[in-house]
């Protein structure tokens, strides 16, 4: 378990970090989710000992280590742009660990080859990092990581150098790597499908705080703030109601309290179909509808529907800022 | 053999908009370099075969001229090697470390190259000479000497690995040090091995530049047969006493070992690129 209590850091005039506090248990994959510059790194990098806090501790394990060297944390720490060694080969540097414990050559031999196996570069033992695509870099850095039986692995936004499809394998892939080796493990991004699709926690941060922490659909549907929740996924705002857009159903005909409103245009995005409509008081809003859905309606620009909020009351907030305006 | 320091830069299609140079450039270029260099070079190599090879390896094996093709050859190999020790420190404390009067000292360490050497050699004597105000006497001995090429010499192995060791992956430092490695493993593992070619090639333009040194040495080192003259300082006693031939002989060799040096470093850069 990582515990985090009260750290503090900041970098001359900016607060990276406000007295911040958290928990990560013991065999999780914990993500740390926030936009850039919300201290989501520094915290990361403070618990691998790369930087140290103004105030507060960290406990890896039930060991301080706030004042610890990263060399003596037992960290494996992984970088978005891989910090491959790029003067050795793939099999030097996932045994690199191992080779300055002075750990027997037949022992590293026997270490690197299963690593590399079980991050399915079985057969690049011998090439060099610049002979590797930017995901078999990744994956070497995380076995290169895991060589030395870290507590905890740290991996700062590991797949944001990557392109999107990449990325997707990837995510899965560590996904079942996790479950295989079972590290706690505490992941950086700013990629909210990343989070909610690898970690089984996940920790939201903005401006230098942690907003809410809890498990994916927790966070999706019982979001604490306005923050959390358009940081997750979409919003739409009907009155001072926000609520996700697939939870606004459009009627043909008048019902309840269901709000009339005109379809400004109509988006086909594969399954989903988004529909931008606006209220009769001019107040934009879109909603997310199944091909099915909107193939029953027959929608076109300039159709007058009426619009009803349906799905779980919980999982709307009631405006209360405009923050909301800088995520959306 | 500038451009040897360099670390070569990627690969790059360039597409000029006038096509290629074409054969008034080529024949510029061709032009120019003959006048310049191969000309010369020709006419000095012709100059020390005047009495065949026999004559060439006479002058050359002239004990004086031996003493001095050797004491400049170890002189010039531990200057160039004292340059990556010391240049790799200050490269170093360049770029790593915030002072005040960085740049200062930045702009200072071109001076002893930008600086004409006699007045080198000025400096250095009113310092270690025979007044010296600190009772340091190196006169005409071969610290003195030492002394003087490690001084016009300073600044290669500085610039060649100041840009390199920009460059340098700071997170693969900080990967280095979450896998256990210390300050200085990760020095020697993962820092010096980016270094090397910008090393080599900064020793390399180190010794080439030591070994035809003139003006820094002929002052402080006294120039004493068989004691502290190097290789530049005979030649001109040669040319003085009319000997060109011979002059020419002990030049040619001089240039044999310049060039057997660059090219060796080049193929070992380019052996560790591939790499």
Redesign the interface.
Known sequence: MITVTNVSKRFGDFTALDDVSLEVPDGSLTALLGPSGSGKSTLLRIIGGLEFADSGSVVIHGEDVTGVVPQKRGIGFVFQHYAAFKHMTVHDNVGFGLKIRKTPKERIDERVNELLKIVGLGGFAKRYPSQLSGGQRQRMALARALAVEPRVLLLDEPFGALDAKVRAELREWLRRLHEEVHVTTLLVTHDQEEALSIADNIAVMDNAHIEQVGGPRELYDRPANSFVMGFLGPVAQVDDTLVRPHDISLLSRPEGDAREAQVTRVSHLGFEVRVELQLGDGQPVFAQLTRTEAAQLELSAGDIVWLALTGDRDARLVSEDDRLDAVA | MASLAVPKPPARTRRSLGGGVGPIGLGVATLWLSLIVLLPLAAVLTKSLEGGLGGFWDAISAPSARYALLLTTAISALVALINVVTGTLIAWVLVRDDFRGKSLVNAIIDLPFALPTIVASIVLLSLYGPRSPVGIHLYATKPAVILALAFVTLPFVVRSVQPVLMEV?R??E?????????GW?TFR??IL??LYPALLGGAGLAFARAIGEFGSVVLIGGGIPRDTEVASQYIAKQIETDRPASAAAVSVALLLISFAVLFAIRWFTKRKDV?
């Open positions: 992956d997170e693969a900080q990967a280095a040090a979450s896998l256990g490695a210390s493993t593992r993962i091995p980016a790499g």
